[in-house]
């Protein structure tokens, strides 16, 4: 099953609320996959303002 929500608040209260009473199920995982906002420590953003040079092998 795959939910979204505008916070992790809103995931893990329906996941408790409506999921996890379900008799059938056992068991929950929940695994969050949040936006990327920075990578290697270079904030992201649209692009432009992107300066390093590229890289080829």
Do not use: C, N, W
């Amino acid at each position: 099953m795959e939910v979204e929500g505008d916070s992790m608040r809103e995931v893990s209260h329906f996941i408790s609320d409506k999921v996890a009473p379900i008799p059938e199920i056992t068991q929950t995982v929940t695994h969050y996959l949040m936006d990327t906002y920075k990578t290697r420590g270079i904030v992201m953003g649209d692009g432009d303002d992107d300066d390093r040079l590229s890289v080829s092998p």
